[in-house]
């Protein structure tokens, strides 16, 4: 099957988007998927013809058609119009990150294209064109970013090192600000990218926009900026564990390490957590370091809408529920699932520094709507029917709905809009 989780990925961010066209998913009886787009009122103006479709991004939305053997890409304005024709092949990525295909939106102006070249270690190399088909950057490497704040992370295969990239940054002129020569590189947030060396001394810092080694450390791991902070992982003790602390924009301390683990920033809150993995509770803190909602829960996610999920520990299984950011419960945690459980933890994609695939699955938060599910049979949940529950974001019961498997509940989703 074509890969899965593509679909949640793509299907979330159109549910959750307003956009003139929005994209959609039909399945065959072969579990193969097909796409298309609607429009807002839910009428198809772009027959399910596609094999991936992209929300809508700066006017433009990608569509993948297959054409014998190969996979092209293509771009639809807001009204349905194919303006940029399927003369894009995609190629298998071959990054550090992860490997999947890899159709691209414009971001800030510029697109990531693929052409297919006989003398490249993995058939081609990546440019950039504008909104015009213009080839603004020639093709040149083997790995290439979207840009980010004005910059894109570029990368190239190092022959000489087997396995290994080294990257770089460069500017919307292709010029290069920051030498392909380093191991790790990710996208800039904040004005400062997160960088790793390339040597024994294993120097993790941060690049300014300028290119500029700006903060730099022997920490860990660190993670990108958010919200101006940046959390970073002391050095492993032998038994390889160590604690996090978070920095500000000059380098300095805002909370000295002490947390076995950490999500990032949003809407002013970051998830901590203290204790052993196994045992430890999760609470939050402020861009201050300032705890503002007590160590009280066995799992948690991400504020988004000035609401969170949460789980504690009944038994030996995790409810879910949502607070607010008194932390105050709008939703009592009694849930098995608070998000699409797809199964297969080696396929995931890294989607950014700190959160994969399998930790945010398919949201609970979804267009003004909270979702949670409950195992019909819990003693075998691998095979159980499943009902799912819907909530307004003040906690009042909508309805509930009973499905086969997780797929039905993804594919409803998809159908929803018809």
């Excluded at 839910?42 to 993948?64: F, H, Q, R, T």
């Excluded at 949003?266 to 201050?288: C, F, N, R």
Aim: a neutral charge.
């Amino acid at each position: 099957m074509k890969n899965y989780w593509a679909i949640v990925v793509l299907l979330l961010a159109s549910i959750s988007a307003s956009a003139a066209i929005q994209p959609f998913y039909n399945y065959d009886d072969q579990g193969e998927y097909y796409c298309g787009f609607k429009n807002e009122a839910g009428k198809i103006i772009i027959a399910d013809n596609y094999i991936m479709c992209g929300e809508l991004s700066e006017g433009l939305a990608y569509a993948v058609m297959s054409r014998g053997d190969n996979l092209y890409q293509g771009f639809f304005n807001a009204q349905g119009k194919l303006v940029i024709p399927f003369n894009y092949p995609i190629q298998w990525e071959s990054g550090s990150w992860f490997k999947g295909w890899d159709p691209r939106n414009f971001h800030e102006g510029l697109a990531t294209v693929f052409q297919v070249q006989p003398d490249a270690d993995f058939g081609g190399y990546y440019g950039y064109i504008d909104k015009n088909q213009n080839l603004v950057i020639p093709y040149k490497y083997d790995i290439a970013n979207n840009f980010h704040e004005g910059l894109a992370v570029v990368g190239q295969h190092e022959k000489s090192r087997r396995e290994d990239d080294l990257f770089g940054v460069i500017n919307k002129s292709g010029k290069l600000i920051v030498p392909i020569a380093y191991r790790v590189i990710l996208d800039y947030q904040d004005g400062l990218a997160l960088y790793i060396t390339d040597d024994e001394s294993y120097e993790i810092g941060y690049f300014d926009t300028q290119g500029r080694s700006k903060i730099k450390g022997r920490w860990a791991m660190a993670r990108s900026f958010v919200e101006g902070r940046a959390f970073v992982l002391e050095s492993l003790d032998n038994f390889g564990t160590g604690k996090w602390g978070v920095i500000d924009k000059n380098g300095n301390y805002v909370v000295a390490p002490k947390y076995t683990d950490i999500k990032s920033y949003s809407e002013g809150l970051a998830a901590v957590m203290i204790g052993e993995y196994e045992v430890g509770k999760w609470g939050y803190i402020d861009t201050h370091g300032k705890r503002v909602i007590d160590f009280n829960f066995a799992d948690v996610r991400s504020f988004k809408n000035g609401l969170a999920a949460v789980a504690v520990k009944k038994g030996k299984k995790l409810k879910w529920g949502v607070i607010d950011k008194n932390g105050k419960y709008v939703i009592t945690p009694q849930f098995d699932e608070a998000f699409i459980n797809l199964g297969d933890k080696e396929s995931w994609m890294k989607l950014n520094n700190d959160e994969t695939l399998s930790e945010l699955h398919f949201g609970y938060h979804i267009n003004g709507k909270l979702y949670f599910y409950d195992y019909v049979n819990a003693t075998h949940p691998e095979s159980s029917a499943i009902i799912r529950y819907e909530f307004n974001n003040k906690g009042k019961s909508l309805s509930q709905k009973r499905f086969s498997d997780w797929k039905s509940i993804v594919n409803d989703f998809g159908l929803s809009r018809q």
